[in-house]
């Protein structure tokens, strides 16, 4: 399973960006996918998960209402539409997938020890 992320960049703050991850290599599709971001110093944390199947979404507090997890089951893509950035969401985000055949259940604890399989990561700034 391979997950490439893309869309990070620099951006002021109050400013949006939207990451994308694309997923190949397996025939069952993972039954959750989530955002992970991790700053210098600090412990990689959960931003956002989905249910794949119905579309199902999980925020961490310090991002709701400002970001929004999105997929496209067709092409096996999640986005991650981050709206009023602020200097604290500056980090690497990470994509992240359960093992295919593994149940949903835990994919709302934002836990980065429930996911099997994680992408390079895509660098956000925001100044």
């Known amino acids: 399973v391979q997950l490439v992320e893309s869309g990070g960049g620099s951006v002021q703050a109050g400013g949006s960006l939207r990451l994308s991850c694309a997923a190949s290599?397996?025939?069952?599709?993972?039954?959750?996918m989530g955002w992970f971001r991790q700053a210098p110093g600090k412990e990689r944390e959960g931003v956002a998960t989905?249910?794949?199947?119905?579309?199902?979404?999980r925020y961490a507090d310090s991002v709701k209402g400002r970001f929004t997890m999105s997929q496209d089951n067709a092409e096996n893509v999640v986005y991650l539409e981050m709206n009023s950035l602020k200097t604290e969401d500056t980090a690497m985000y990470y994509c992240?997938?359960?093992?295919?055949?593994?149940?949903?259940?835990?994919?709302?604890?934002?836990?980065?020890?429930?996911?099997?399989?994680w992408g390079q990561g895509t660098q956000v700034t925001v100044s």
């Open positions: 992240a997938a359960f093992r295919p055949g593994i149940s949903w259940l835990g994919c709302g604890r934002l836990a980065p020890a429930e996911f099997d399989y």
């Open positions: 290599g397996y025939t069952d599709r993972s039954s959750c």
């Open positions: 989905i249910r794949t199947g119905g579309g199902i979404t």
